[in-house]
């Protein structure tokens, strides 16, 4: 296992980013994943490396590159249409009242079932003062956009200043009601959530910010602490995760999960069906496993645990939630209806 430093930029700095680095510390082939590289970027920095126990375990899984991705011909880069929904450079417009803005395509540790895997990693595309510009022009005219979502890659990857910078100009638009931050550095890189970042997030209320764990083992001490320096300081934490085969596709695994992450005050927010991404379909599972997990939670712990479990819609319609089939039939007296321990009951409509 390895070592890490304090200091984020420190661990940061030690990241694993290349087939030899790997090789030196786990039992893998490195001439192929080599090949996987190329195409796809590698990181792990060494905190969220020190979580991996096993070969082929759920953090494993999550990180290291699998020889699946390169011979995985299904699916799309694109598939949500995200580039063709982006009115100006680095900003998605999908719904009418909110927009995702790309403010960094740089992550802590590159996932290896990512759903923006056609660009994470890739070229430093930085949001440049210019494009920034464009973006905030855009958005004054976009009058019914009231909730701007900073995504990427990561958007705590940035230095503290580059953010403020970025939430200053989105703050100053009148309609733009609530800021989200998108971002999966509470559970890879929890030491980058100092002090000084909080009291600077602070200045942009109300702002929320959703978390991204999909494994009770990413839950750690660190990362717990990461969540209550921001909970603590009014930041009200969600949490997406993304149901992922061989990681967390049981009901008793997720259960974990979200009663724990109620615990660090993030509460599910979307438990996401995989995307149907070029190079992840290892990663993919029939819907009736999310329906399954979802069925095995609601009833069988607390409402607060329950996120919605949605699919993105190819070519870009939006998320859909899916919920079980609870409704056993109706007519115009009565709904039958199915709780959580299977009874049937007649409900009077
Ligand atoms: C998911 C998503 C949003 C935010 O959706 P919410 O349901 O409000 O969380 C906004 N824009 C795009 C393009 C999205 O994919
Ligand atoms: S942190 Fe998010 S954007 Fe970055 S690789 Fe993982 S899923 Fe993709």
Not at 17 to 23: H, Y
Not at 334 to 345: D, E, I
Request: proline share 9%; net charge neutral; charged share 20%.
């Amino acid at each position: 296992m390895l070592n890490h430093p304090e200091n984020w930029h420190d661990i940061l700095d030690q990241s694993l980013t290349t087939a030899d680095a790997v090789a030196r510390h786990l039992p893998v082939d490195r001439h192929r994943l080599a090949e996987i590289c190329e195409r796809y970027p590698l990181r792990i920095n060494p905190y969220y490396f020190s979580l991996i126990e096993a070969p082929g375990d759920p953090i494993w899984r999550q990180v290291i590159p699998d020889a699946a991705e390169l011979s995985d011909d299904s699916g799309c880069p694109d598939p949500l249409a995200e580039e063709p929904l982006s009115p100006v450079p680095h900003l998605i417009h999908r719904y009418p009242d909110r927009a995702v803005l790309l403010v960094s395509n740089q992550c802590a540790a590159y996932c290896r079932f990512c759903m923006r895997k056609r660009r994470v990693g890739k070229t430093a595309s930085a949001l440049t003062a210019v494009r920034l510009d464009a973006v905030v022009g855009y958005l004054r005219q976009q009058t019914r956009v009231r909730d701007v979502i900073l995504s990427g890659g990561d958007p705590l990857m940035l230095e503290t200043g580059e953010l403020e910078t970025i939430l200053t100009a989105l703050h100053g638009i009148s309609h733009v009601e609530v800021l989200r931050i998108h971002t999966r550095i509470p559970c890879t890189l929890p030491q980058r959530i100092t002090p000084s970042l909080v009291e600077m997030l602070r200045l942009f209320f109300p702002l929320y910010i959703n978390v991204h764990f999909n494994h009770p083992r990413e839950i750690t001490a660190a990362s717990a602490a990461a969540c209550a320096r921001l909970a603590d300081a009014g930041i009200p934490l969600g949490n997406q995760s993304v149901l992922l085969k061989g990681v967390n596709d049981t009901p008793d695994v997720l259960k974990i999960l979200f009663r724990r992450l109620l615990t660090l005050r993030a509460r599910p927010y979307y438990l996401h069906h995989p995307d149907p991404v070029r190079g992840t379909g290892h990663f993919r599972l029939p819907i009736q496993t999310g329906l399954r997990v979802m069925a095995g939670l609601q009833g069988h712990t607390s409402g607060l645990c329950l996120p919605h479990y949605v699919i993105d819609v190819p070519g870009g319609g939006g998320k859909v939630p899916l919920l079980p089939e609870y409704i056993q039939g109706n007519d115009e007296r009565v709904l039958r209806v199915k709780t959580y321990t299977g009874t049937v009951f007649e409900y009077p409509v």
